[in-house]
C-alpha cells in the first residue's frame, strides 16, 4: 500500500504543487547569567505565503538577513516551523516526523549555497552523487554506478571524474556536482539556496543556464533564492520579494520588474546597473535594515519608505492585489506605487 504523503488525491492544474501559508520560524534569544531564559525571539520568518506549481520557477529575492535562506530550509524540512503549514501535492507535511517525510525525501531536493562545505572532502564524487540512492535503496536500470556517469554528464562534466574527490574541482564544478546530487532522486521540487553567489561572476551565467536546461527539460519546479535580482529575473517565471521575513511584493517576472508597486522592491530594481541606466534613478534608503529582534509596529519597511504616514505604523498591510496591477500581482503596501516613476520621491531619498 501506497504512504498516504504519496498516494494522495491528484493534484488539479489549479492546486500548487507545493503551498506554504502564514509561515513562521522564531528563534530563541536566551538571557541570564546562571538560568538560561528566553528573553526574546528573532522573527526570522514572520508568517509568510507563497505557492509553486509543477514545473514553475519561483524567485525569492531580499536583501541578506531578510530570511530568503531560512525559508528555503523550512519548505525542505531541515528546519521546524513554529507556525504556519506548509502543503505538498495536497498533504499537509508540517510537522511530520522522519518516518513519514521518507516518502517524499526523494522528490523536495536541495541546492546548497557554498559548493566548498555542501561537499564531503573525504568522499569520491562518486559517492557523494550515489548515496542519495544507497540511502533510499533505489537502483536504477543499470546500477548506481552507470547513473552516476549520467548524472555527471547531464552538469557537464566528465563522467571519467566519477573517483575523483571534490578538491580536485573548481568552485563551477563543484556545484555542478551538487546539482547532480539533488537531481540523484529525480526530484520534483529543488530548493536553490543562492546557488551561484559564491561563484565568479565568469562562472555564474554558466551555471544558471545549467539549471534553466535541467527545469525545461525534466519539468522540475524550482524555488530559486537570491539576491542578484538580474539573476532571479533571467532564471524565475514569478518573484517574490522579502523583506525582514515578510513578502512584501509578488509577480510575475515582467510584471515586477517593468511596474515594481512596492517602494522596497522599487529601492532594489533602481540599484540593479544597467547600460543607459542614469545613476540619478538610484534610490538611496535611509538607515538600516531594522532588528529581526524588535521588527517595526505596522510595516516592516516604514522606517526606512519616504511614502509612511501614520497608518503605517498602526496597521500591518496586507499582501493583496492592488488598484491596476496585473492578475496575481501582490503588494503589502498601504500606498503601493502607481506608475514606475520618481515623481513623489524626495531628493533626498536619491543619489
Known amino acids: 500500500m501506497n504512504h498516504p504523503l504519496t498516494s494522495a488525491r491528484a493534484i488539479s492544474e489549479e492546486e500548487p504543487l507545493l503551498k506554504i501559508s502564514g509561515l513562521k520560524k522564531h528563534f530563541p534569544v536566551l538571557g541570564g547569567f546562571l538560568v538560561k531564559h528566553q528573553v526574546g525571539a528573532v522573527h526570522a520568518v514572520d508568517g ?21 535562506s531560512t525559508t528555503g530550509r523550512l519548505v525542505a524540512r531541515l528546519m521546524e516551523p513554529t507556525d504556519g503549514s506548509i502543503t505538498y501535492k495536497g498533504q499537509d507535511i ?29 568522499h569520491t564524487v ?3 552523487i550515489g548515496r542519495p540512492m544507497d540511502i533510499n535503496a533505489i537502483n536504477p536500470p543499470g546500477g548506481r554506478e552507470k547513473r552516476v556517469r549520467e548524472l555527471l554528464e547531464i552538469v557537464g562534466l566528465n563522467p571519467e571524474h566519477y ?91 515582467d510584471s515586477l520588474y517593468e511596474s515594481p508597486r512596492h517602494p522596497y522592491t522599487r529601492a532594489l530594481l533602481s540599484a540593479v546597473p544597467e547600460v543607459g541606466t542614469d545613476s540619478a534613478e538610484r534610490i538611496r534608503l535611509a538607515g538600516d535594515v531594522p532588528s529581526p529582534i524588535d521588527p517595526p509596529s505596522g510595516c516592516r519597511f ?4 519616504w511614502k509612511a504616514k501614520d497608518i503605517c505604523a498602526a496597521t500591518i498591510p496586507a499582501l493583496v492585489k ?30
Open 48 to 68: 509568510i505565503d507563497l505557492a509553486i506549481r509543477a514545473g514553475e520557477t519561483v524567485g525569492l529575492v531580499g536583501e541578506s538577513g531578510c530570511g530568503k
Open 94 to 122: 508540517t510537522h511530520a516526523n522522519r518516518k513519514r517525510l521518507a516518502p517524499i525525501r526523494t522528490e523536495i531536493q536541495m541546492i546548497f549555497q557554498d559548493p566548498y562545505s555542501s561537499l564531503n572532502p573525504r
Open 126 to 128: 562518486g559517492r557523494i
Open 163 to 253: 573517483n575523483r574527490f571534490p578538491h580536485e574541482f573548481s568552485g563551477g564544478q563543484r556545484q555542478r556536482i551538487g546539482i547532480a546530487r539533488a537531481l540523484a532522486l529525480n526530484p520534483q521540487v529543488i530548493i536553490a539556496d543562492e546557488p551561484v553567489s559564491a561563484l565568479d561572476v565568469s562562472i555564474q551565467a554558466q551555471v544558471v543556464n545549467l539549471l534553466r536546461e535541467l527545469q525545461e527539460q525534466l519539468d522540475i519546479a524550482f524555488l530559486f533564492i537570491a539576491h542578484d535580482l538580474a539573476v532571479v529575473r533571467h532564471f524565475s517565471q514569478r518573484v517574490a520579494v522579502m523583506y525582514l521575513g515578510k513578502i512584501v511584493e509578488i509577480a510575475d517576472r
Open 302 to 305: 516604514r522606517s526606512r519608505c
Open 322 to 351: 492592488a488598484a491596476g496591477s496585473g492578475t496575481g500581482h501582490l503588494t503589502a503596501c498601504h500606498f503601493p506605487e502607481e506608475v514606475a516613476s520618481l515623481a513623489d520621491t524626495p531628493p533626498e531619498a536619491v543619489e
